[in-house]
């Protein structure tokens, strides 16, 4: 396993890292993700640590915490063996004090989670959306003060638009505040829109990507056609309409071009989609899901080898898209090409 540093920051991450949104599994999101039991649980666990992957990903919304519960089992008794992320400030409840990212949320959020982990500190804590109500100051001061009490060693940060992140940086550096480390993304080659902004800036400010839903929402596991129906056992039945959106036409293209590499390489689709995103500016660690050891092998399978330069130019030009304003100039005129050089 290649392990690399997490940003700018000291952390040491493998290239992949398992989410265990599996775990625990209920509800009609997180239960057509899977329900692992703590025993089916530790059994993944043992095949990763096997594979080298050492980070565990989870968040306290997943199945109102039992992904943490049903985690915090699976790793009992190594825990010095493991990296934990975990995710808080979408609501957990109806109060409001049960959503956010204030002093008396964050601190009362990550109490709870280090209980149902069963751990007394946290790896990396991400704040899972941005919260508009709360000063920025106030939540990296908590999150200092959380740092400082030994309860969390890494922050970050998860689907945060690009002011918010830059903006968090420089309040960070002002006051000597933690720095996020790490920027948890949605990016695949079905959706690329990391690339206009966000990826720029971890690059400038040192923040590592760690990548969430690399296949697309399931759209990339190689059971999707054109002109055959959704598998039968397909999650998108169910899910779909919480996922990132793709029309049927970029989608086809873009599978099209994975069969072909496929056929190249002797790689599964899922594979060559995972290898893809390794190869990108910024990118840490991809996290890869698993309902059963066989699909978890799976997609061990996306390390130890490498996509060549013209067949990652094939499945870039399959799946890009026309920037949305201001970066298509960037992309499309002279001038503006000159001043400002592709990052990927």
Not at 7 to 36: D, M
Not at 131 to 150: K, M
Not at 264 to 272: L, M
Request: hydrophobic share 40%; net charge negative.
């Amino acid at each position: 396993m290649d392990y690399r540093r997490l940003g700018a920051s000291g952390l040491k991450v493998p290239a992949l890292s398992f989410g265990a949104g599996t775990f625990g599994g209920s509800g009609p999101l997180f239960g057509a993700w899977g329900n692992s039991d703590a025993q089916e649980a530790r059994r993944l666990v043992d095949i990763c640590l096997e594979a080298g992957v050492n980070l565990f990903d989870t968040a306290d919304v997943y199945s109102s915490g039992a992904s943490e519960e049903v985690l915090g089992a699976a790793i009992k008794g190594r825990r010095d063996a493991v990296l934990i992320s975990t995710k808080t400030s979408l609501p957990m409840g109806d109060g409001p004090a049960d959503y956010g990212s204030s002093r008396s949320r964050l601190i009362k959020a990550v109490e709870d989670a280090l209980r149902r982990l069963g751990t007394d500190y946290i790896d990396l804590l991400q704040l899972h959306a941005f919260d508009a109500g709360t000063p920025i100051e106030e939540v990296l001061s908590t999150l200092d003060d959380l740092v400082r009490a030994g309860k969390l060693r890494y922050v970050g940060v998860s689907n945060f638009s690009g002011w918010q992140v830059m903006k968090s940086l420089g309040l960070a550096e002002q006051h000597g505040y933690p720095r996020y480390a790490a920027h948890q993304v949605y990016y695949s080659l079905l959706g690329r829109d990391y690339e206009w902004e966000l990826m720029p800036l971890g690059l400038d400010q040192g923040v590592g990507a760690l990548v969430w839903s690399p296949l697309g929402w399931g759209r990339l596991t190689g059971k999707i056609r054109r002109g055959q129906p959704l598998p039968e056992r397909s999650r998108l039945h169910d899910t779909a309409s919480f996922g990132p959106p793709v029309e049927d036409e970029h989608l086809f293209k873009v599978v099209e071009a994975l069969d072909a590499v496929a056929e190249e390489t002797g790689k599964t689709v899922p594979q060559i989609a995972i290898n893809w995103l390794l190869q990108r500016p910024t990118v840490s660690s991809v996290i890869i899901g698993a309902r059963n050891e066989e699909q978890l092998r799976q997609n061990l399978g996306a390390v130890g080898w490498a996509l060549t330069p013209e067949q990652i130019k094939q499945l870039d030009a399959a799946s890009e898209v026309t920037a949305p304003y201001p970066y298509f100039p960037y992309r499309r005129q002279e001038g503006f090409a000159r001043l400002n050089p592709p990052t990927v």
